[in-house]
């Protein structure tokens, strides 16, 4: 079953073959890689292949990240959404094996309410649908939006710790906390 999430102004659906240009206009853009590293992409086949590992995650791990559309415009704005993150090589504070929330728009899309908007019915689904028992959340330090969002959907702050030497925050939320 594919995975797919309505909200009151967007549609949450799993990336498709046909979504390359919109992951390249995404993650080619400078703005929106300020706090991910810097290192935006520069190639249709980079794009491909994030696309080849989103659709890996849904077929390996029964979820990913969900493309988010404006209902109105049919726009591709971004993704928003859950992550199994794996092994060794996407750890992160120490943790391997963990589900974590996140969220990366397009700019224009941005200070809409879209992050929130979406990431509430991610954790939902996570809680309700997938019956995760924890979901965490990481921001680096300097990026207040992100940080004010994984505390405005209810994410509690844990400890700082580094990314790569850049100072970042980590954030847990427990089904058992989520449900009351
Ligand atoms: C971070 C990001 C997802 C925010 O998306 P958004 O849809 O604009 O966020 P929202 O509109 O839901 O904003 C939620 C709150 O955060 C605040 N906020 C958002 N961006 C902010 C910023 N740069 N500085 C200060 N506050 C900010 C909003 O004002 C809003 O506050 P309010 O609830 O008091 O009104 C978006 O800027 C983005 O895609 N950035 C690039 C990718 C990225 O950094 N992802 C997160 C990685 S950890």
């Not at 995975?3 to 990336?15: A, G, P, V």
């Not at 994030?50 to 049919?74: H, L, M, P, T, V």
């Not at 750890?91 to 809409?112: E, H, V």
Request: charged residues 25%.
């Amino acid at each position: 079953m594919s995975l797919y999430l309505e909200t009151e102004r967007l549609i949450l659906k799993e990336f498709q073959d046909t979504d390359v240009e919109n992951i390249f206009k995404l993650d080619s853009n400078i703005e929106v890689h300020k706090y991910l590293g810097n290192n935006p992409i520069k190639t249709y086949k980079q794009a491909e292949e994030i696309i080849s590992f989103f659709k890996k995650q849904y077929q390996e791990n029964n979820i990913g990240r969900f493309a988010a559309f404006e209902k109105d415009s049919g726009n591709f704005i971004g993704w928003s959404g859950l992550k199994l993150n794996k092994g060794n090589k996407e750890s992160l504070n120490g943790f391997t094996n963990f589900i974590d929330i996140g969220y990366r728009f397009i700019p224009s899309f941005w200070g809409k309410g879209y992050a929130t908007e979406s990431a509430i019915a991610c954790l939902n689904f996570g809680f309700k649908e997938m019956n995760y028992e924890i979901i965490y959340g990481a921001a680096e330090t300097a990026n207040i939006g992100s940080n004010k969002i994984l505390q405005k959907i209810g994410l509690k702050y844990v400890n700082d710790f580094k990314v790569e030497n850049t100072d970042a925050k980590w954030y847990e939320l427990k089904k058992t906390d989520y449900d009351q």
